[in-house]
T-cell receptor
Framework: AQSVTQPDIHITVSEGASLELRCNYS??????LFWYVQSPGQGLQLLLK??????LVQGIKGFEAEFKRSQSSFNLRKPSVHWSDAAEYFC????????????FGAGTILRVKS | GAGVSQSPRYKVAKRGQDVALRCDPI?????LFWYQQALGQGPEFLTY????????KSGLPSDRFFAERPEGSVSTLKIQRTQQEDSAVYLC?????????????FGPGTRLTVL
């Protein structure tokens, strides 16, 4: 069955430090992968997506992610975190044969300390 | 409006009551999805519409859950005889069809609390 694992429930980083959020997926076909961010009381906002082509994808707010098929991973990175990045981050795989319904991981809560 | 809207934003129901949650997708978006997000969890798929056709309802947890989109635009998720385990945030998303333009745009959600 399709699944997404985000191993880290909480991560705390200092403002200005680099960030990497881990995501592993289980899916039999070519995956379509997404990272969303959710601030308290807000809906989900798409940070970036991978469909095909270059395995390093750039997103909004200075985020990037790298698709590694051999590791079934799609880790999210940012070179320098800002206090406003504190939020919950969700990795998801899109199931194209089902109209692109999304299977989400459990999320990683990012805390930024000044 | 420019985005997906949902109403009400908050709903408190007594156990056993029926509730109806509304989603207004982005104009022209053919696809519409409902997700359920329990506290501390990621969203979980409930059901999917393409225009007025409900193509996938495999995620609906019981026959107390019912969704409709009669004119292919606004959608309503109805929960009958609510139970405490139904307490969650219900998210609606809409998208255009086709790849790779089918990014799902999410609404702010309806937080349902069943007492």
């Amino acid at each position: 069955a399709q699944s997404v694992t985000q191993p880290d429930i909480h991560i705390t980083v200092s403002e200005g430090a680099s960030l990497e959020l881990r995501c592993n997926y289980s899916y039999g076909a070519t995956p379509y992968l997404f990272w969303y961010v959710q601030s308290p009381g807000q809906g989900l906002q798409l940070l970036l997506k991978y469909f095909s082509g270059d395995t390093l994808v750039q997103g909004i707010k200075g985020f990037e992610a790298e698709f590694k098929r051999s590791q079934s991973s799609f880790n999210l990175r940012k070179p320098s975190v800002h206090w406003s990045d504190a939020a919950e981050y969700f990795c998801a795989v899109g199931l194209m044969e089902y109209g692109n319904k999304l299977v989400f991981g459990a999320g990683t809560i990012l805390r930024v300390k000044s | 409006g420019a985005g997906v809207s949902q109403s009400p934003r908050y709903k408190v129901a007594k156990r056993g009551q029926d509730v109806a949650l509304r989603c207004d997708p982005i104009s022209g978006h053919v696809s519409l999805f409902w997700y359920q997000q329990a506290l501390g969890q990621g969203p979980e798929f409930l059901t999917y519409f393409q225009n007025e056709a409900q193509l996938d309802k495999s995620g609906l947890p019981s026959d107390r859950f019912f969704a409709e989109r009669p004119e292919g635009s606004v959608s309503t998720l109805k929960i009958q005889r609510t139970q405490q385990e139904d307490s969650a945030v219900y998210l609606c998303a809409s998208s255009l069809p086709g790849i790779p333009n089918n990014e799902q745009f999410f609404g702010p959600g309806t937080r349902l609390t069943v007492l």
